[in-house]
């Protein structure tokens, strides 16, 4: 079951720089997009979401695109700090359900 | 700042012994959910709970799996009788809105479950 897919399982960018996190899927019934910042040994952390209905939904650092003809969607953080360093899901749910579907995760290292 | 409580941290048991994992979700939260992560593979949802019953379940929530609000705070996965394929990391998560609102579900730090 590959509704949700990380394409990148790692990314590596210099402090101060645009990290850009990539997720697609295949399910057109998904209505609503999340992603999660992970560290080891610990639970996903919510970062930013977005609904089906917007195109772009910032959050300081973090900004989330859409695009539903694609089926694509990622996260621009801006600038990358050390502390940004983690493993990163995206996860979607569909309408009439919140179950979240969960991609495999990418780890961005963010190095000085 | 109100977070998802877990206990244990991590748990080991023998194959076929029953075991009991702890959730306490925010307060003010209405729906609970547990997922599950083998080493290695991407975040599963295991089930759904609102107003007292199960609102969802995936295939893997067989009937060796079961969930219970005991009281106002706790949120319970019960294994009857493990199996060396339960070995994973537990997480409960809870949101105050379920689907047809914002579905930010926040997270528990996990339990890990190891079954030897």
């Known amino acids: 079951d590959q509704q949700v897919k990380q394409n990148s399982p790692s990314l590596s960018v210099q402090e101060g720089r645009i990290s850009i996190l990539n997720c697609d899927y295949t399910n057109s019934m998904f209505d609503y997009f999340l992603w999660y910042k992970k560290y080891p040994a610990e639970g996903p952390t919510f970062l930013i979401s977005i609904s089906s209905i917007k195109d772009k939904n910032e959050d300081g650092r973090f900004t989330v695109f859409l695009n539903k003809s694609a089926k694509h969607l990622s996260l621009h953080i801006v600038p990358s700090q050390p502390g940004d360093s983690a493993v990163y899901f995206c996860?979607?749910?569909?309408?009439?359900?919140?179950?979240?579907?969960f991609g495999t995760g990418t780890r961005l290292q963010v190095f000085p | 700042e109100p977070e998802v409580t877990q206990t244990p941290s991590h748990q080991v048991t023998q194959m076929g012994q029953e075991v009991i994992l702890r959730c306490v979700p925010i307060?003010?939260?209405?729906?609970f959910y547990w997922y599950r992560q083998i080493l290695g593979q991407k975040v599963e949802f295991l089930v759904s709970?609102?107003?007292?019953?199960?609102?969802?379940k995936s295939e893997i929530f067989d009937d060796q799996f079961s969930v219970e609000r005991p009281d106002g705070s706790n949120f319970t996965l019960k294994i009857r009788s493990t199996k060396l394929e339960d070995s994973a990391m537990y997480f409960c998560?809870?949101?105050?809105?379920?689907?047809?609102?914002?579905?930010?579900?926040?997270f528990g730090p996990g339990t890990r479950l190891t079954v030897l």
């Open positions: 709970f609102y107003n007292n019953e199960i609102s969802e």
């Open positions: 998560a809870s949101t105050r809105v379920g689907s047809g609102g914002s579905n930010e579900q926040f």
């Open positions: 307060s003010n939260h209405l729906y």
């Open positions: 996860a979607a749910s569909a309408m009439g359900t919140d179950k979240l579907i």
